[in-house]
């Protein structure tokens, strides 16, 4: 059974079809895979109870031969900062604990809608303000790709680190996370998965508890762009409850073979400003082996000039703080989240559940975010960094004037030691890991990350492509080529 879950979507939706597995069967080896795998500590809890019942629904349909769609019994996870009714969110932080949904996040639902089974929620930094899945109130989550014990391990990236291991351990086909400079890209280059940003308002941000409104995008975790595809599919649509959601109607995207893709004469840009000063000799290897591979091929690869590219990380850390400071503030301990041991005065209680409620990280966003919402500061800060907003978005306007689509790294480096990654602050790790895919957010254009190859010490390198907005039927059908041209090997070298 551990053979289905190495396969991709619509392989086990055929086997399903054809009875040749049952959906509780499939269930059942998922969770026998997470309890196998549970070192790495990918789920903040596991939803055996209401899988079991969702893949007893399911089989009946099989049985009846009136599957809901090729994502019917097929498990997948979900990050914990998206809610889901009846199962604890707790954004892995003190603060929502015990924070219990009444509702589902209009992407949840829509999963479930399409039959999927929800085998758990995942791990993520606190309130997904990091870089590395390391922030959790539940433990550091630990890379699959050269695990060598609890002390000697790769971190996995984040903020979507849990949902990336357990798409790439085997345990489920898919996982949602979030993606605000880089949350489901960053970790999907880390542990060598297909890590998917779609263009801002395309998929609904309806019950993602918020870090910033104006760049939070839900994301797709998965081994192949054919099941991002699936998933994409099934969540992807105008959503009444989300006022930024795009009206414009969604057309379910259908890939052709990989052997009858042509990208003969695409226009293929090469950003010079993604070459970092800290880009590592491997992923620079990579990239420029892609790049000469695609021009082989027939496409029309050149660099190009985005000039802004060297900013965006400042503005972005601004704009990110002003944003927590006012998405936190409405955690008081009374109406929202945590509530101290404090009888004193209604402010010493809000500072004590604040203070207790939020870890290091989140406490130093909102205190920075604040200072820069000052009124003596706020032109200085914030309205500066509006301003190169515009920018950077115009270097990608500028851009698809020349080329159709970007090619650059998805981070500077293989996935770091988690012993040397937590030696810096939160602050020069994400400035350093998000380098290159937080631009994207700050542009609202959608961008996928897609395995290459392994590294000389076994880890995996990982490239993005980034479109215009909605081109996603382009830039995910560009990603299925490279894919099948590299060939990478998802489950070789792993430890188990």
């Not at 932080?93 to 015990?98: A, E, R």
């Not at 849990?162 to 970790?187: E, H, K, M, Q, Y």
Request: contains cysteine.
């Amino acid at each position: 059974m551990e053979k289905v879950l190495n396969t991709n979507i619509k392989t086990t939706f055929k086997l399903l079809i054809e009875n040749i597995v049952t959906v509780p069967e499939i269930t059942a080896a998922a969770f026998n895979k997470a309890r196998e795998f549970k070192k790495y500590n990918s789920f903040i809890n596991l939803t055996e109870e209401s899988a079991n019942k969702q893949a007893e629904e399911s089989q009946k349909r099989y049985d009846e031969k009136k599957p809901i769609s090729e994502l019917d019994g097929v498990p997948v996870a979900v990050k914990d900062n998206f809610c889901t009714k009846e199962v604890a969110t707790t954004c892995a932080s003190k603060m929502l604990q015990n924070f219990i949904p009444t509702y589902n996040a209009t992407v949840v639902e829509r999963l479930k809608n399409a039959g999927a089974v929800l085998i758990g929620k995942t791990n993520l930094d606190q309130f997904a303000m990091g870089s590395g899945t390391v922030d959790s109130i539940y433990g550091p989550s630990k890379n699959i790709w050269g695990y060598q014990g609890d002390d000697n391990f790769h971190i996995a990236g984040g903020s979507s680190g849990g949902s990336s291991i357990a798409v790439a351990s085997g345990i489920c086909f898919g996982a949602l996370g979030s993606d605000t400079g880089g949350s489901t890209r960053n970790p999907a280059s880390y542990c060598g998965v297909v890590g998917f940003k779609p263009t801002y308002g395309l998929v609904s941000r309806y019950g993602l508890i918020p870090l910033v409104n104006s760049m939070d995008v839900p994301g797709i975790l998965t081994r192949t762009v054919d099941d991002c595809v699936s998933i994409l599919n099934a969540i992807a649509g105008f959503d009444d409850k989300d006022s930024t959601s795009l009206e414009r109607p969604f057309k379910k995207i259908r890939l052709p073979p990989a052997d009858k893709m042509t990208i003969k004469d695409l226009k293929i840009g090469i950003p010079v400003e993604y070459y970092n000063e800290h880009l590592s000799d491997e992923v620079y290897f990579a990239w420029n082996e892609i790049a000469n591979l695609l021009s082989n091929n027939g496409a029309i690869v050149k660099q190009i000039s985005m000039p802004n590219t060297e900013h965006s990380i400042v503005c972005y850390s601004i704009l990110n703080q002003c944003e927590v400071a006012s998405n936190m503030a409405r955690y008081d301990g009374i109406q929202y989240g945590y509530r101290a041991e404090e009888n004193s005065s209604t402010e010493k209680l809000y500072a004590t559940s604040r203070s207790q409620g939020f870890n290091e990280v989140v406490r130093n966003r909102i205190l920075t975010g604040n200072y820069f919402l000052l009124t003596r500061n706020y032109e200085k800060y914030f309205n500066k960094a509006l301003k190169v907003r515009r920018l950077i978005a115009n270097d990608f306007h500028k851009a698809w004037e020349e080329v159709q689509i970007l090619l650059t790294p998805t981070t500077l480096t293989t996935a770091p030691l988690y012993k040397d990654f937590v030696q810096k602050t939160n602050r020069d790790q994400c400035a350093l890991q998000d380098y290159c895919t937080q631009p994207a957010n700050m542009a609202g254009v959608p961008a996928i990350s897609v395995p290459i190859k392994l590294s000389n010490n076994g880890l995996p390198i990982s490239l993005q492509l980034i479109g215009r907005n909605l081109s996603e039927p382009m830039l995910l059908a560009v990603a299925k080529y490279i894919e099948n041209l590299v060939q990478f090997p998802h489950f070789v070298n792993k430890s188990s």
